[in-house]
Nanobody, 120 residues
Framework: QVQLVESGGGLVQPGGSLRLSCRAS????????MGWYRQAPGKQRELVAA???????NYADSVKGRFTISRDNAKNTVYLQMNSLKFEDTAVYYC??????????????WGQGTQVTVSS
């Protein structure tokens, strides 16, 4: 069994910063891509940023230049540094991981979500 546990969400004023973390634990052999998605009320879940095991990154146009995704492969952890936050960044943020478990099966897992609210 594998779990993704997120942390770091909260309430922040416009222009502020937050750092999200997501740690994968359990029977993991290796992790391929990791990413952050978000879902605002009444909207579909969308990709925010993704990172490969080699460190290549991909960002949604709406967050380019403001958000930075990174990962620590030794800790099975992915981070999302969010700067210059805007009202429209308010959403539940979900961590995602594509991985191989210790039995050799490939899975895609989601975290439970963490709320980010940008408000004055």
């Amino acid at each position: 069994q594998v779990q993704l546990v997120e942390s770091g969400g909260g309430l922040v004023q416009p222009g502020g910063s937050l750092r999200l973390s997501c740690r994968a634990s359990g029977s993991i052999f290796s992790i391929n891509d990791m990413g952050w998605y978000r879902q605002a009320p009444g909207k579909q879940r969308e990709l925010v940023a993704a990172i490969t095991s080699g460190g290549s990154t991909n960002y949604a146009d709406s967050v380019k230049g403001r958000f930075t995704i990174s990962r620590d492969n030794a800790k099975n952890t992915v981070y999302l540094q969010m700067n210059s936050l805007k009202f429209e960044d308010t959403a539940v943020y979900y961590c995602n991981a594509d991985l191989w478990d210790s039995r050799g099966f490939r899975h895609n897992y989601w975290g439970q979500g963490t709320q980010v609210t940008v408000s004055s």
